[in-house]
């Protein structure tokens, strides 16, 4: 999986801390942007977009990906791009597992189907109904900062499924080099001490993990 981040403010804590300012009246714009953070008042993060490419995401995790609503998604087609000697995306457990020769083979002719589908004219459109959830595909994604620090807090956790949360690792990574001060404190519940979930994985992890 490779992700890119295409566009981001210039000055993202300056343009969210303008807006803080606003509100306050301060005339300190990285201080009002700490006070309103502290304060719950994250409305100002809003103002903050990052949009990001992302190459070799299983169609599996982008089902999951998706679900972030308060985001914009421009996903490769299947309906009129051909797909063309992919690498399909294994999980690890897989690959380590008995199972991985048998399915690697049964994927090989799955795929081999595909293009004997479409090489005999039927549409691609159509023949896509049997490719795989490993099939990898390519988007951009664009979310805001106050979204995107929700999006980590979920799939950065080490309960979250390990594709996502890959991507996740990489995205907020990215985020932090662009804007420290909103992406300080990004992550999962452990991070700040205080786990949201029901059964904790016993293995918290760390601000510095995302330091790149």
């Known amino acids: 999986m490779n992700v890119y981040l295409v566009e981001a403010p210039p000055f993202p804590e300056m343009l969210c801390g303008a807006a803080a300012a606003v509100c306050t009246n301060s005339k300190n714009t990285e201080r009002a942007l700490k006070h309103a ?35 914009s998604f421009d996903v490769q087609s299947q309906r009129y791009v051909r ?6 995306v294994m999980p690890e457990n897989i690959r380590k597992s008995e199972f991985y020769e048998e399915a690697g083979s ?20 159509d023949a896509r109904y049997v490719t795989p959830q490993a099939d990898p595909t390519t988007l951009y994604m664009t979310m805001n900062a106050r979204e995107l620090l929700h999006f980590f807090s ?34 999962p519940g452990c991070v700040c001490g205080h786990c949201q979930e029901k059964k904790p994985c016993g293995h918290p992890r760390r601000k510095g993990e995302w330091d790149g």
């Open 83 to 88: 797909i063309h000697g992919i690498d399909l």
């Open 154 to 187: 979920l799939r950065t956790c080490n309960r979250a499924q390990w594709e996502i949360r890959q991507l996740a690792d990489e995205m907020l990574t990215l985020c932090k080099q662009s804007a420290q001060i909103i992406f300080e404190n990004a992550g």
């Open 37 to 71: 953070m502290e304060s719950g008042h994250t409305s100002v993060l809003e103002h903050a977009v990052f949009t990001f490419k992302v190459e070799g995401l299983s169609r599996a995790a982008l089902a999951q990906l998706t679900r972030h609503r308060l985001a």
């Open 106 to 125: 049964l994927l090989e002719d799955v795929m081999n189907l595909y293009q004997r589908m479409v090489d005999a004219g039927i549409p691609c459109e």
